[in-house]
């Protein structure tokens, strides 16, 4: 096992393509595959998951991922300590619902650790994507919630995915509002108050069951509804359309601005957001220290 073969399969885990990590690394792809072939037989286990879909990590290879990184990372320090070598440039992905707090903890994340070269991901997508992109380790942590409704079978595809899901705080439902709309003058807004405005809410594209709505309640049925695929688009649609969307309460002004307000919801339910990862596989340095961000930005 060599320091090179442990940063080939940290490429092609980052691209999730033999082919595409073999270009970056400058290499052919028949001399990447090799050397990950090679390593796997020493280390007698299967890194990576070979279909005609492409190549993934198994659950051995992201415990070993997990590895390959901290070694990377010590070697890197100790160029740089004694070889005055550059440090190579930073990988990290987070793959998140549309939370606000996701975004501000990721700024704080570039500012605090951004070196002069690195590249960074934050992905807003779907729910089943965020599974996906965490078990695949395209992502090394994904942000969602979890309530009664959902549970069951959000969790069912985390054990078996290998996953875990960390809570980072529980909420009471809230609409977002815009601040001209006739519901922001009231103290709680009931499910009747909500008929006459358009609900809007995050499409799900193939995987738009209720358990993988971002919103809860997905069973209420609605005379207006409207489905978004980005939140600026959702926040527009608030302000434009008088519309309203159910989500934590949780808004960031310094990002959204102040023309949209939280209102609590009169509802008997709670959402719990947290953050998935793999099971028995360690953080690296930025994503230990993403969910430090988190908390910090979700205690503002």
């Known amino acids: 096992m060599t320091l090179q073969q442990l940063k080939y399969v940290i490429e092609v885990a980052n691209r999730g393509s033999i082919n ?3 270009k970056r690394l400058f290499i052919s792809q028949p001399s990447l595959s090799n050397a990950i072939k090679d390593l796997e037989e020493e280390m007698s286990i299967s890194i990576f998951e070979r279909t005609n879909k492409g190549i993934s990590l198994s659950k051995e290879g992201a415990e070993f991922l997990s590895y390959a990184r901290q070694v990377v990372e010590q070697a890197e320090l100790l160029e740089s300590r004694y070889l005055n070598a550059k440090p ?3 990988h990290f992905s987070v793959s998140t619902q549309h ?3 996701a975004v501000n903890a990721f700024v704080t994340l570039v500012q605090e650790y951004g070196q002069d070269e690195y590249e960074l991901a934050l992905r807003e997508t779907k729910t089943y994507e965020i599974i996906e992109d965490v078990k695949s380790m395209r992502s090394e942590i994904g942000i969602l919630y979890l309530n009664e ?3 069951k079978v959000i969790n069912k595809l985390l054990k078996s995915a290998s996953l875990q899901f960390t809570s980072l705080f529980t909420a009471k439902p809230h609409i977002f509002v815009s601040i001209k709309n006739p519901l922001a003058k009231l103290s709680r807004v009931k499910i009747e108050d909500l008929q006459p405005y358009p609900n809007l809410s995050f499409d799900q594209g ?4 209720f358990h993988f709505s971002e919103e809860i309640l997905s ?3 609605h005379k207006k509804s409207i489905r ?6 959702l926040f527009n649609l608030l302000i434009g359309l008088n519309g309203y ?3 934590t309460g949780v808004l960031s002004s310094d990002l959204n601005g102040n023309e949209i307000i939280p209102v609590p919801l009169d509802v008997n339910e709670s959402i719990n957001v947290g953050w998935i990862s793999h099971k028995n596989v360690a953080l690296s340095k930025l994503g230990a220290a993403y969910v430090e961000a988190l908390k910090q930005a979700i205690g503002q």
Request: proline fraction near 4%.
């Open 149 to 151: 409704f959902n549970g």
């Open 228 to 233: 978004v695929n980005d939140r600026a688009t």
């Open 219 to 221: 069973t209420l049925i």
């Open 206 to 209: 193939e995987y738009n069951s």
């Open 99 to 101: 939370y606000a707090f």
């Open 245 to 247: 969307t159910i989500s």
């Open 88 to 90: 190579s440039p930073q």
């Open 20 to 22: 595409e990590a073999a």
